[in-house]
Each structure stands twice: as structure tokens, then as C-alpha cells.
């Protein structure tokens, strides 16, 4: 994999300007490091305004003195780690109320959940908008812009025939796995990568973890993040996590809650509990950057592409988690709401990705790390199209082989790296 260098193209940043439009304040939130200031700065100089930084100790002092002030002004105001200086959100809505909840008044920046801080942040309830910026996407790095959802919705016999056969080998996928997307660690060297991961993982529970709670059992968070490292991509047992931890499980849950906050990892919540009484309503834990997974789990490169069973084994489950992280990541730029959870029954049958349109059509994922897909891959695939019906738009094996093909009715065969390889809507044939 040689992904491009210097600045990348944000798809972000296209949604965001449609959001100005509309929305009194928008809040860009993601994990430390993901790029939300080198967007948030990028539109700023859009619209010839500075950047409120709280990062910056003086600018943060001045702000917590003297909230009032710093939201006066040309708009949009634009504050990068608002969660720093909380009040100035406080001063934000006065404003609001002094002149009118008009578009465009604010675009703030935090690499926490809004609902993990203080109540002081909730006081722009109802005249927030939510945007949240994952690391970089295959296509982003490639400076291509993938739609792949978008064609499996409207167009999925087009969207299936329309590359040619992949030229991406298992080493291809084992080096984008393990490098994730977070901008500062993705074109390093494997050493250097190793080494700002660690920084990155020490820096998130020392100081990010500390600021948002009194933390007394530092030592049980960060077994806990390694805990879910290893069951990326598996069913969430929080009893199990707890014992394994060594920690009651309301302290599980609690760490867990703030591990979320932090954008270290994400639930993927069951999906689908109204269509079968017998459907799992227990979510799967990943973390949310596959290269921070392998690093978590020691897994290097050539460990994962060694020709052995627990290698295949750790290399499907690492699999899952770039693949969901990438359709995830395409969900975040959609204009429409957009639902996505993972389906699984008591009787074995299960889909890895869900993406439920506004519109109520569905498109489905299973992820295989072999070249190959067997009838038993589409099993829950199957059964979810049989249960939906007409609501079934499309369901896709992944796999790390070459070719896309259909399978059978709405359900295809698609190799990985059709997720970052853009389709030529505008050629596709209305259906």
C-alpha cells in the first residue's frame, strides 16, 4: 500500500458546509488525532475567521476569564477542544438567544462525546448538530471518493459488474489493516508506528481519561481497552469482560462508557430485534481504528500473513473491524439518517453489517478474510433477504479474492477493496 502524502481531502468538510447551511451550531467529534482541526481550520480560512484554539493555555485561561467575549464577533465562531473551556458553549447560547438560533453561528471541535461532559455542555441541546469524523478511509487516502452504499442502494447489479477483477492481495489487506487511517500514524514505518500508537494509548488514558473522570483504577481501563481489543469484531459480554478484568461489573461497564467517549472503541448495536423474536440484542465490541487494534493485540504484519490457523484467525477478526470501520466511515457522509448494527440469531445465523437507508431498503455485509465464498457465508444473508423482502436491497460477501459476481437474487460476491473504489453512478442503468 503506498497511500498519497501531505493533505488529504476530507469528505467531511463537503458535508460540513451543507450543514452550516442549515444548523445553528455544528460539533466535529472523533478521536484524538483523527484531523478535526486541520478541518475545522480549513473552513475557517473558508470564511476569513480565526480559530478559538483551548488547547493553547493562554487562549483557554483567557476564555474560561471571559467566555462572553470570545463568542462576540464575525461568524461563523469556529473553537477547536471546546471541551476544555465548557462555558464558552454557555456564552454560545446566549448569544443564540440574544440575536436568533440563525445557520452558521458556531462550528466547535471535540475529541469527546458531547454526553460525556459536564451538564455546562448540554446547555446547546436542541441547536447542536452532531458531526463525527473517523480516520482516514481507504478512498480519502487514495484521494478517491467511494460510494458504495450509495450504488448498492440505487443501483446494485451496476454497482457489482462494473470494475474489473481486484489486483489487492491478503499482504495488500494485512498492510492497510494494520496501519488503520489516524493521520499522524498512518505513513509511518512499522517501528515508528509501534512506537506513536503506544504514545497515542498512554496519552488517551493519562490525560484524555483524567479529565473527564476521576479515574482511581487507571490500570483496569487499559486492560479493559486490551480486553476489547481482543474481541474486536465478537459479541459484547460485559460479565465476561468484568472477570476477565478483575473488576465488578458496573466498573466494566463505567470504563467501557468512557473508553466510548474517548473514540477508543464503539459498539455495533444488534440490529433487527422486531423481525424475529429469537434475534440477539447484545452488541459487538470493536475498536474504532483497525492499525490502534493491532497494535493493542502486538499483531505486526508478518505475523498476520504467516500461513497458520491462529494467523487467519486473528487476521478475519482484525478483517472485520477495517471493513466496518470503512463502511462506517462512508455512513458518516451520507445526507439521509442512516442506521447500522450487526444481526445475529439464536440459531447460528448471522450478518456482520446492517446499513438500514431512511427509506427502510436495506444493504447487508459479511466479511471473510479467504479468497473464496462458500454457500454456507450467505446463510444469514439469506435469511435476512427472506425476513425483509422487498425492503432487501443488496447483501455482499466480502472476501480477499479477485472477482464480483452475483450469487444469486440481491445477494453478490464483492472482493474488499470495492469499498474504496468509486462507481460511476451516472453510467448505472435505472432499474
Not at 453561528?105 to 473517523?134: E, F, K, Y
Not at 473491524?321 to 462512508?330: A, L, Y
Not at 468509486?422 to 448505472?428: F, K, L, V, W, Y
Amino acid at each position: 500500500m503506498a497511500p498519497a502524502r501531505g493533505l488529504v481531502k476530507r469528505r467531511v468538510s463537503a458535508a460540513l458546509v451543507d450543514r452550516v447551511a442549515d444548523e445553528p451550531v455544528i460539533a466535529l467529534h472523533g478521536p484524538r488525532s483523527v484531523g478535526k482541526s486541520t478541518v475545522l481550520r480549513a473552513f475557517a480560512d473558508s470564511h476569513g475567521v480565526e480559530v478559538i484554539d483551548l488547547d493553547d493555555i493562554e487562549t483557554r485561561e483567557a476564555a474560561i476569564g471571559n467566555p462572553a467575549w470570545f463568542v462576540t464577533g464575525q461568524t461563523p465562531l469556529c473553537v477547536d477542544e471546546y471541551q476544555r473551556a465548557t462555558d464558552v458553549l454557555d456564552a454560545i447560547k446566549t448569544r443564540l438567544n440574544r440575536e436568533g438560533s440563525r445557520p452558521g453561528v458556531a462550528v466547535i471541535t471535540g475529541s469527546t462525546r458531547q454526553d460525556a461532559l459536564p451538564q455546562t455542555a448540554q446547555a446547546l441541546t436542541g441547536r447542536l448538530h452532531t458531526m463525527t469524523i473517523w480516520p482516514l478511509s481507504q478512498g480519502e487516502l487514495a484521494g478517491d471518493e467511494e460510494n458504495l452504499l450509495q450504488g448498492l442502494r440505487d443501483f446494485p447489479e451496476a454497482a457489482v459488474a462494473q470494475h474489473p477483477a481486484s489486483g489487492t492481495t491478503r499482504v495488500d489487506y494485512v498492510s492497510r489493516a494494520c496501519a488503520g487511517g489516524l493521520p499522524l500514524a498512518v505513513h509511518r514505518s512499522e517501528t515508528t508506528r509501534a512506537r506513536w500508537f503506544d504514545d497515542y494509548l498512554r496519552q488517551s488514558v493519562e490525560r484524555d481519561a483524567a479529565e473527564l473522570v476521576r479515574l482511581r483504577q487507571r490500570q483496569s481501563l487499559t486492560d479493559l481497552l486490551r480486553y476489547s481489543a481482543a474481541q474486536t469484531g465478537q459479541l459484547l459480554n460485559i460479565t465476561k469482560a468484568a472477570d476477565s478484568v478483575g473488576v465488578e461489573r458496573k466498573t466494566a461497564e463505567a470504563h467501557l462508557r468512557l473508553l466510548e467517549d474517548l473514540f477508543l472503541v464503539v459498539r455495533l448495536p444488534s440490529w433487527g430485534k422486531t423481525l424475529r423474536s429469537r434475534v440477539s440484542a447484545r452488541p459487538k465490541i470493536h475498536v474504532v481504528d483497525s492499525g490502534l487494534a493491532a497494535r493493542l493485540l502486538r499483531l505486526a504484519p508478518a505475523k498476520l500473513s504467516a500461513p497458520t490457523p491462529s494467523a487467519l484467525a486473528d487476521f478475519g477478526n482484525l478483517l472485520e473491524t477495517f471493513v466496518v470501520g470503512e463502511i462506517r466511515k462512508q455512513v458518516s457522509w451520507l445526507d439521509e439518517p442512516v442506521t447500522v448494527g450487526h444481526w445475529r440469531t439464536s440459531d447460528g445465523a448471522e450478518v456482520d453489517v446492517v446499513v438500514e437507508f431512511d427509506d427502510g431498503v436495506v444493504v447487508a455485509f459479511e466479511v471473510k478474510a479467504n479468497e473464496r465464498a462458500t454457500g454456507a457465508d450467505f446463510t444469514g444473508l439469506k435469511q435476512l433477504r427472506d425476513a425483509l423482502g422487498p425492503r432487501f436491497g443488496a447483501g455482499v460477501v466480502f472476501t480477499t479474492g479477485r472477482r464480483s459476481f452475483t450469487y444469486e437474487d440481491r445477494l453478490h460476491v464483492m472482493p474488499i477493496d470495492r469499498l474504496w473504489q468509486p462507481i460511476d453512478i451516472r453510467s448505472a442503468p435505472t432499474l
